[in-house]
């Protein structure tokens, strides 16, 4: 006669058996309204489980619960016989006679069931989970939840930022994106951004953004560098339209990669017109303007109380006397607050001589940013008087960012220094 399995051995001395319970429509029962509870409770009412709660006393998260309908509580505590017809058996109140009773019975009636107090008594464990793009991540590390939350929350980032690649191998809409890339660190691109990348069949890359994000992608992945000839140094505008709309016309993903945010001075939004005016639709991403971060990377705060209550951002792409031009220099000289250039590192003589020309004081303070949040950061101090003097000693070349304003003094590692 063969012999039965002996079910009195402790099922944590073999590893458990990862598996998915779909508990929509059946029975769970939960005993104890403590905070553990409050912590679970909300991944079984999303898989539609029928939630009886025992227990004489709850948290007034898992109050709000019951009241919503998404709970049945009994106020009371546990009696036997309160497990009968469950599938699954959460034990997590303060009674560690109470958690072993209803263990007990859980194993009588085969229910698996999860204790909070005594993982080795338990028949099943809990996983510390997540969820991305469809995928659900459940790891198990034995008896450290702490190690398991670690790894789950490292899964679950990669899947976001596409730093861990999960394509999807059915048949998937092909989309278009004009992804802001933020100011050059490959780290301050935005989740969305970085999945979208990792998704992507086409990526159309300016040299001003985030560079090292390239390396990432899988090989397959065609990557046009908008720098390159045979359109001279920069593919010309109306070139980079036609390539986004033949690719996106061939059914392939793509993605327009540009340094900061696609609508500050990056042609995003002459990008999305040439798409819409032959009926493709397009995502625009935002990404972390340049104006703003790379001053914060530098120290220097773009309006500080007391110092400055706003700031103006323009381009310094077209010299003031450039007829092209459409900023408003005599009036920004009388702003009292901050002014960030961009591309304005070739003209900056030219406009430092307007602004003083317009009655801004010449020892207005001044700074220039290249590279900034990048490896190779450098911050160069000057004035309105000599920025042109220091631009030429100092061999600031672009990309750099420019703030003028008393707000240049300001900032923690002046005060360190």
């Known amino acids: 006669m063969a012999e039965h399995a002996d079910h009195t051995a402790q099922p944590s001395t073999h590893p458990a058996y990862p598996v998915g319970l779909r508990l929509a429509g059946r029975r769970v029962v ?5 905070q553990v509870a409050q912590r679970r409770l909300p991944a079984l009412i999303a898989a539609g489980a029928e939630i009886t709660l025992i227990s ?3 948290t007034p998260s898992v109050d709000v619960m019951a009241e919503t309908g998404e709970i049945t509580w009994i106020k009371r505590r546990y009696e036997e016989g309160d497990l009968a ?6 034990v ?3 009674d560690a006679a109470t958690n072993a009773a209803a263990s007990a019975e859980a194993e009588r009636s085969r229910t698996w069931c999860v204790r909070s107090d005594d993982a080795e008594a338990a028949t099943a464990w809990t996983p510390a989970t997540g969820r991305s793009e469809g995928v659900t991540v459940a790891v198990l590390t034995g008896h450290d939840p702490r190690r398991s939350a670690t790894v789950r929350d490292a899964i679950v980032e990669g899947l976001r930022d596409g730093s861990i690649a999960a394509p999807q ?3 998937r809409t092909p989309f278009v994106a004009l992804v802001g890339g933020g100011p050059g660190d490959p780290d301050l691109i935005t989740v969305r951004g970085r999945r979208l990348l990792a998704e992507a069949d086409v990526v159309i890359a300016d040299r001003l953004g985030p560079r090292d994000l390239l390396d990432e ?6 990557v046009i560098d908008a720098a390159k000839i045979p359109y001279g140094r920069f593919m010309a505008q109306e070139a980079i339209n036609n390539a986004l709309i033949e690719h996106a016309k061939a059914g392939r993903s793509v993605v327009r990669l540009k340094g900061g945010d696609p609508f500050v001075f990056g042609r995003g939004m002459e990008e999305a017109q040439a798409l819409a005016a032959e009926g493709i639709a397009c995502t625009v991403v935002p990404g972390i303007s340049s104006s703003i971060s790379v001053p914060g990377a530098a120290g220097i705060p773009v309006t500080h109380r007391g110092v400055a209550h706003e700031f103006t951002v323009v381009s310094g792409h077209v010299a003031p006397e450039d007829p092209r031009s ?8 009388k702003l009292t607050g901050t002014l960030v250039i961009l591309m304005g590192v070739d003209k900056i003589g030219k406009i430092a001589e307007a602004l003083i020309a317009h009655g801004k004081a010449p020892e207005t303070p001044l700074a220039l940013i290249q590279e900034g949040t990048t490896a190779a950061q450098r911050r160069v101090d000057a004035t309105l008087a000599t920025v042109a003097e220091t631009v030429r000693t100092q061999e600031v070349r672009p990309p750099a960012v420019i703030v ?5 003094a300001e900032g923690p590692d002046r005060l360190l220094s």
């Open 30 to 34: 939960v005993l104890g309204g403590g």
């Open 92 to 94: 997590a109140t303060t």
């Open 56 to 58: 004489p006393s709850a």
């Open 169 to 171: 191998h059915r048949a």
């Open 217 to 222: 992608l899988p090989p397959h992945v065609e």
């Open 404 to 408: 003028i304003g008393d707000v240049v």
């Open 85 to 90: 017809d469950a599938w699954y058996v959460l």
């Open 326 to 333: 459409l900023v408003d220099w005599a009036s920004l000289a």
